[in-house]
T-cell receptor, first 114, second 115 residues
Framework: GENVEQHPSTLSVQEGDSAVIKCTYS??????FPWYKQELGKGPQLIID?????GEKKDQRIAVTLNKTAKHFSLHITETQPEDSAVYFC?????????????FGSGTQLTVLP | GAVVSQHPSRVICKSGTSVKIECRSL??????MFWYRQFPKQSLMLMAT?????????EQGVEKDKFLINHASLTLSTLTVTSAHPEDSSFYIC???????????FGPGTRLTVT
């Protein structure tokens, strides 16, 4: 089965700096990679995702890059703000005709210092 | 994005009683919903996959007779924790597979405390 590793487990940055979170996956067949943001006491929120037919996707201050050969993908947050502080989870799965479960990374606690 | 609700957000119950948690997709139909459990400072642990009109598929180690799942319509799945015990205290989160059939949208979670 799929295994997703996520690093770092904690990350502190100064407001305005960039933050990068990295994940690696084991199953080369996986082709969908979402990122979730979870604030304390709340459910995860889908913030960006990427499919394996592209190498990069950007949405305002958030971007995700994918290297299929190396089987790793990264979340980049630029111009960080205190409200970006949360736990971020990466995930991977194979899109197919039937429902497929997501395999999650262990999470990264991001703290943006004002 | 698609909206998923959960009810209740918090529940406290006595040991031995049963608790039902509802998960609804508000603006889309979801043939598949997922139920997760999350312990403090840990990742999400998939408990079961719920498909509308059929029996749920449980992950290894999850007791299907204790965690009853019903997915009676395209917008509603329920998780019933039967004969709850303090060790069942946790944060339970549902997700629904989105209209594109690969995104998952999560509910806000339900904090269950069993006394």
């Amino acid at each position: 089965g799929e295994n997703v590793e996520q690093h770092p487990s904690t990350l502190s940055v100064q407001e305005g700096d960039s933050a990068v979170i990295k994940c690696t996956y084991s199953d080369s067949a996986s082709n969908y990679f979402p990122w979730y943001k979870q604030e304390l006491g709340k459910g995860p929120q889908l913030i960006i995702d990427i499919r394996s037919n592209v190498g990069e996707k950007k949405d305002q201050r958030i971007a995700v890059t994918l290297n299929k050969t190396a089987k790793h993908f990264s979340l980049h947050i630029t111009e960080t703000q205190p409200e970006d502080s949360a736990v971020y989870f990466c995930a991977a799965t194979l899109i197919s005709g039937s429902a497929r479960q997501l395999t999650f990374g262990s999470g990264t606690q991001l703290t943006v210092l004002p | 994005g698609a909206v998923v609700s959960q009810h209740p957000s918090r529940v406290i119950c006595k040991s031995g009683t049963s608790v039902k948690i509802e998960c609804r997709s508000l603006d889309f139909q979801a043939t598949t919903m997922f139920w997760y459990r999350q312990f403090p400072k840990q990742s999400l642990m998939l408990m079961a996959t719920s498909n509308e009109g059929s029996k749920a598929t449980y992950e290894q180690g999850v007791e299907k007779d204790k965690f009853l799942i019903n997915h009676a319509s395209l917008t509603l799945s329920t998780l019933t924790v039967t004969s709850a015990h303090p060790e069942d205290s946790s944060f339970y989160i549902c997700s629904a597979q989105g209209p594109n059939r690969y995104e998952q949208y999560f509910g806000p979670g339900t904090r269950l405390t069993v006394t």
